[in-house]
């Protein structure tokens, strides 16, 4: 069908074959494309909170400086990842914290971990005060609500062994999530850049072509 | 090199900032209009150019593409380099939109000063020297630019030497193959495309 139609004849200059070969590579290369930013999680286990920090090509970022705030901006302690991007830390208060990671060369993330995580621990006296705080305001809520034939420290103590198997139940899941949190770099993201510079020298001629007139 | 948001003092962001207004309004002026898609090819190669990490050395780096904006494009390098960054910010979070001024400016100056110390080498008659010079240009676009970091980092206290140490160490791989890449492409360009060459020189 094609036989004849002006199509056929249409060679490729060796300039848009160079072109083509670059877009074919840009592809190419999308899929192993990472993003340069560093990425900073942080979870609590016990009465411990550990942090990761990576470069979000997977490297980790050693020998980094952590710093962790209270809610308020004041700087609790500070510390410097391993080998592994990781450090650990005994929260010492029990309130939101802000944990900031300042990387080589201008990068930095931050990631808050609310109070209530801090409370999984089993271990140390602050994190089972915590626990019965929070037990208690729930009770107190559900003051009009009959509770059966429980007493109340027998209610209290279900829900603090439940609460306590759940969060070690969904600690890796929250990890999980946590880990894929900021993923920034995306095919659609690639394919929207360009398309917006695209846009912008559209506009740009647009108006110039208008002006010419 | 992308510096994140809230590392810098509101001083040097302001100062980032005014310094890119600068160069994009000088950039803007110059700009021949036939010339906007070649700026905009560019600008999407740059935005591009950011993603494809360079898997050698400590830390973490990627191309950056600077030296063969500024060779190409002359002063239009700001805002098509001050574009890419926007978008880099807003689409993956590279950087920031408050360092956007400083970042910009980190970038687009070293290419700006590679234009002018080697455009006329490139383009030249002698094809050894235009390789020659190719390569110093994209090679120290990228030694430019970590200094530029460097800087903008020690304003906020950090050591100067110590900086610019680290982050010119982390990007001699990056160097090497941004000069490599500048010779290829301005070679290729020489064979089928020389006026592109001479594109920047053409509105001073």
């Known amino acids: 069908m094609l036989k004849g139609s002006p199509l056929r004849r249409y060679r490729l200059s060796r300039i848009s074959r160079f072109m083509i070969l670059l877009v074919v590579l840009m592809f190419a290369s999308i899929p192993r494309a990472l993003a340069h930013r560093v990425i900073l999680f942080a979870y609590a286990e016990g009465d411990k909170v550990f942090t990761e920090s990576y470069f979000s090509d997977g490297k980790r970022c050693q020998d980094s400086r952590i710093e962790v705030f209270d809610s308020s901006g004041n700087k609790l302690l500070e510390g410097k990842t391993d080998r592994n991007g990781q450090f650990a830390f005994e929260p010492p208060k029990k309130m939101d914290l802000r944990i900031v990671l300042t990387a080589s060369m201008g990068h930095r993330d931050e990631y808050v971990i609310p109070a209530k995580e801090l409370q999984g621990g089993s271990e140390g006296s602050a994190g089972k005060s915590g626990h019965n705080q929070a037990s208690k305001k729930v009770l107190q809520g559900e003051k009009g609500k009959p509770t059966g034939q429980l007493g109340r420290p027998e209610v209290e103590q279900i829900r603090v062994a439940v609460e306590e198997a759940l969060d070690e139940k969904l600690k890796p899941i929250m990890r999980l999530l946590a880990e894929r949190r900021n993923d920034g770099v995306s095919f659609v993201g690639v394919m929207g850049g360009i398309g917006f510079i695209f846009g912008i020298m559209g506009i740009i001629l647009y108006f110039k072509s208008r002006k010419g007139r | ?204």
Not at chain 2, 38 to 53: G, K, N, P, R
């Open chain 2, 1 to 204: 090199m992308h510096i994140s948001e809230g590392v810098l003092s509101a001083p040097v962001l302001a100062t980032g900032a005014a310094l890119t207004a600068a160069g994009c309004g000088i950039g803007l002026k110059k700009l021949d209009y036939d010339r906007v898609p070649q700026v905009a090819i560019l600008t999407s190669a740059f935005f591009v150019a950011s993603l494809i990490h360079v898997p050698i050395g400590p830390s973490s780096v990627h191309l950056v593409l600077n030296g063969l904006m500024g060779l190409l494009l002359g002063w239009a390098a700001f805002p098509a380099i001050l574009i890419a960054l926007f978008l880099q910010a807003l689409l993956f979070q590279f950087g920031g939109i408050t360092s956007l001024g400083v970042n910009t400016f980190n970038m687009a100056f070293p290419a700006i000063i590679c234009f002018y110390l080697f455009a006329y080498a490139v383009k030249g008659r002698n094809h050894l020297m235009s390789m020659a010079a190719a390569f110093a240009c994209g090679f120290s676009a990228i030694l430019v630019g970590c200094l530029m970091v460097a800087m903008s980092l020690a304003f906020t206290g950090d050591p100067l030497v110590g900086v610019a140490k680290i982050v010119a160490v982390a990007h001699l791989p990056v160097m090497i193959i941004e000069g490599l890449i500048t010779v290829f492409s301005t070679g290729f360009l020489r064979k089928l495309k020389p006026e592109l060459l001479e594109a920047a020189h053409a509105k001073r």
